[in-house]
């Protein structure tokens, strides 16, 4: 019987682009269409390697054309079903090329356009256990599913010092069900919830409480700071979709990097030196109809603050001066 685990993915060979997060999970187009934006141009900043994970295009590109090595890929594209209070397989492709590899991921969980259905065909026959999803929203997220399977690789990432940048979104809240389908009955059976969503890419972020919330105002909280510099440059004339509040650390507590005018966070980081960095901020767009967003020209200055490197050397990450090193300010006053 197949079944959900957080195991390796097959054929996860060390340099193949072309690996995928599971025998389910084929390559598919993300927002930014090619998995290799930077092809055409050169790569000044071998190291770090960075994946963008359902970024808008205006974001791998301002990268590519800053000289980072940019790998572009997909949890998936949510799509839109009839509603109602029954329930259908998740379905959806990923694309995450050599991800067990990378030291900078950025996550956008905005969940954008919805397809008119899904890309392909079930995962699984009706008789095998399967993931499942609620129609009472009359859209099925099918990010889950492979936001689940990396994340084993991705925790590893995380301890060995990587950095994860995420544009935090309102959770979707749909019922989500481990069952298989009983086809003589049309119906399902042997049904587990699968307490899990888009947010469970890692662990550190499981625990974390995102509550709808919508606004325009926001502060960035610690200007002393390399990012809180750049955050409270680009923060006006946008909005956020959530508040955050990380969970309870022993060490490294989440810090607030800025906060909606209610003094409630709207984004946070957990810092912990060479044992990797955690950055959540608000998925921010400016009020024009084009819904540019607002901290594209933020995008760039990312790697070189949380995971500097040099021209001049062999392209190696100096762990020693990662982004904990730009919040010394932050930890000082913490104490």
């Known amino acids: 019987m197949w079944r959900l685990s957080r195991?390796?993915?097959?054929?996860n060979e060390p340099g193949n682009q072309n690996v995928p997060v599971s025998k389910n999970m084929k390559k598919t187009s993300a927002r930014a269409d090619a998995s290799k934006p930077q092809d055409s141009i050169k790569v000044l900043y071998p190291k770090p390697k960075i994946l963008v994970v359902d970024v808008p295009t205006a974001m791998s590109d301002a990268l590519a054309a800053k000289g980072f090595n940019i790998t572009v890929g997909s949890f998936g594209k949510p799509y839109q079903v009839v509603k109602h209070s029954g329930f259908v397989p998740l379905i959806g492709e990923a694309n995450l090329p050599n991800y067990t590899e990378q030291e900078i991921v950025i996550?956008?969980?905005?969940?954008?356009?919805l397809a008119n259905g899904p890309d392909r065909e079930k995962h699984r026959p009706d008789e095998e256990q399967d993931l499942w999803g609620k129609c009472d929203h009359g859209f099925i997220d099918p990010r889950p599913r492979h936001a689940f399977l990396v994340n084993e690789a991705f925790?590893?990432?995380?301890?060995?010092?990587?950095?994860?940048?995420?544009?935090?979104?309102?959770?979707?809240?749909?019922?989500?069900?481990?069952?298989?389908?009983n086809s003589y009955r049309k119906e399902l059976c042997d049904q587990m919830p699968f307490p899990h969503d888009v947010w469970h890419f890692i662990s550190e972020l499981s625990d974390?409480?995102?509550?709808?919330?919508?606004?325009?105002?926001?502060?960035?909280?610690?200007?002393?700071?390399?990012?809180?510099?750049?955050?409270?440059?680009?923060?006006e004339n946008g909005e956020f979709t959530c508040t955050l509040q990380g969970g309870w650390r022993r060490?490294?507590?989440?810090?607030?990097?800025?906060?909606?005018?209610f003094g409630q966070a709207v984004a946070q980081c957990r810092l912990c030196g060479q044992k990797g960095s955690v950055i959540v901020l608000p998925k921010s767009r400016t009020k024009r109809a084009s819904s540019q967003n607002c901290l594209q020209p933020f995008y760039p200055?990312?790697?070189l603050i949380c995971f500097p490197t040099s021209r001049e050397g062999n392209g190696r990450a100096d762990r020693n001066t990662n982004c904990r090193a730009s919040f010394s300010y932050a930890q000082n006053k913490r104490k």
């Open 208 to 235: 974390m409480q995102v509550k709808n919330d919508h606004g325009t105002e926001m502060r960035a909280s610690m200007r002393e700071s390399a990012l809180g510099q750049l955050l409270a440059e680009h923060l």
């Open 155 to 181: 925790d590893r990432l995380l301890a060995a010092g990587g950095v994860f940048v995420v544009f935090a979104a309102e959770r979707t809240r749909i019922e989500l069900q481990l069952a298989r389908c």
């Open 301 to 303: 200055k990312f790697p």
């Open 251 to 261: 060490d490294h507590d989440w810090l607030t990097l800025a906060e909606n005018k």
């Open 7 to 11: 195991n390796e993915p097959e054929s």
């Open 107 to 113: 996550v956008d969980l905005a969940i954008g356009d």
